[in-house]
């Protein structure tokens, strides 16, 4: 029985024998021509990621010796550094995630070179660059989900402390500084912040009179506003808007600027 | 929803329309700067249609590498794809290298006992 399973297996090994006698040895040299793509292929990146990435792990394969098992060790030792040369060319091509990186790379150079030309010219006429688009997001999120509308933006004309800021908003609408508007809103945002006072603490007979040099009407309150009422643009937020000035030194450039212009005023 | 009617010139409203990077801004920054073009005298409005046909022509510069870089991506395809299939052969062939020695083997013996 053995013997019969045995000659069978072998006859079939004879045969496959006689197939491979009669067909032509393998040529390296015809198999590389045959394997070279030519016909046309739809190209879109993920295609070549796909294949880059498909192909670097199938050479990692070869050449930790995983596709072959058996053979001699010369066998495996010469696909081994074929592999390897495989490798160092595949390497030499552009990977794909970096080509995607540098791409990156030149839109976001020159978003950032666009946008500096734009504010440089802003900042000529305006003598105020616009408020950084982060710090206003940051800003309109904390603002007590007011919707920044500073030409609707209503005071309380009843509350003293209302009628003081309501006169300072009067008189910044007049000043000849076109960027009023996102000065307010920085203000209104300072307001917001103050939302929380209680008016009623505030002593009776207090004076909110902003034409004066000095008004204070922080007595209990974090809150302070001078103001130089009887120069148009005297305006002096220094104390009140630390934080404006810090949003935007645009900003703060232009507050020290009316304050020179005062101090020259009152010089003369 | 940003108004660009409210910028009189036509040329430079279409150039801030079509601005990348304007367009990469937040909505409310935006709005600041479409209130600042719209009344920027004439002077500054040239300025700034050179500005952004400057930034126009990098973006078509950007796509021109883009362009090249694709058309390389598709040789670097083919030769990836070459690599592959050359090596897989290169395997395909060894093993069939060994299949045969086995076979030859085995047809010996078989051989040998005939």
């Known amino acids: ?30 198999e590389r021509a045959s394997v070279t793509p030519k016909t046309a292929i739809d190209f879109d990146e993920d295609t070549y990621e796909r294949k880059y990435n498909e192909t670097k792990r199938v050479l990692g394969d070869i050449q930790n010796g995983k596709k072959i098992e058996a053979g001699t ?18 390497d030499a091509l552009k990977d794909p995630q970096s080509i995607r990186a540098e791409r990156e790379d030149y839109r976001k150079k020159s978003i950032t070179e666009g946008l500096a030309a734009i504010r440089k010219i802003m900042q000529e006429y305006y003598s105020g660059a616009p ?100 120069k148009n643009f005297g305006v002096d937020l220094v104390e009140a808007t630390k934080e404006v000035r810090n949003a935007n030194p645009a900003i703060a450039q232009y507050l020290d600027n009316q304050k020179e212009k005062v101090a020259k005023v009152e010089n003369t | ?22 367009q990469s801004l937040a909505e409310e920054e935006k709005a600041t700067l479409m209130q600042q073009i719209a009344n920027l005298p004439q002077k500054g409005q040239e300025e700034l249609m050179q500005t952004l046909m400057k930034e126009a022509q990098r973006f078509e510069h950007g796509q021109v590498l883009d362009q090249q870089q694709q058309a390389q991506m598709q040789e670097d395809l083919l030769q990836v794809i070459k690599l592959k299939n050359d090596m897989e052969k290169d395997v395909r062939v060894e093993q069939e290298k060994i299949e045969i020695g086995q076979s030859s083997t085995l047809a010996d013996n078989l051989l040998n006992h005939l």
């Open chain 1, 73 to 90: 060790q010369q066998m495996r030792d010469l696909l081994k550094s074929k592999a390897q040369m495989a490798i160092e060319k595949l």
């Open chain 1, 1 to 30: 029985m053995k013997t019969f399973l045995q000659s069978k297996f072998n006859l079939g090994v004879l045969a496959k024998r006689l197939v491979y006698a009669s067909a032509p040895a393998p040529s390296e040299g015809s």
């Open chain 2, 1 to 22: 929803m940003i108004d660009y009617t409210t910028i009189n010139n036509q040329q430079l409203r279409e150039l801030v329309m079509n601005s990348v990077s304007i």
């Open chain 1, 131 to 230: 408020v950084k688009a982060d710090k206003a997001a940051e800003l309109v999120a904390s603002a007590d989900d007011q919707p920044y509308a500073p030409e609707t933006f209503e005071i309380n004309a009843n509350a003293p402390i209302g009628h003081a800021i309501g006169r300072v908003f009067d008189k910044l609408k007049t000043l000849s500084y076109v960027k009023v508007d996102e000065l307010t809103y920085l203000i209104k945002k300072q307001i917001s912040n103050i939302s929380e006072i209680d008016f009623s603490k505030i002593p009776a007979g207090t004076s909110w009179d902003i034409a004066s040099d000095q008004i204070s009407p922080n007595k209990g309150l974090s809150f302070k506003v001078t103001f130089n009422g009887d």
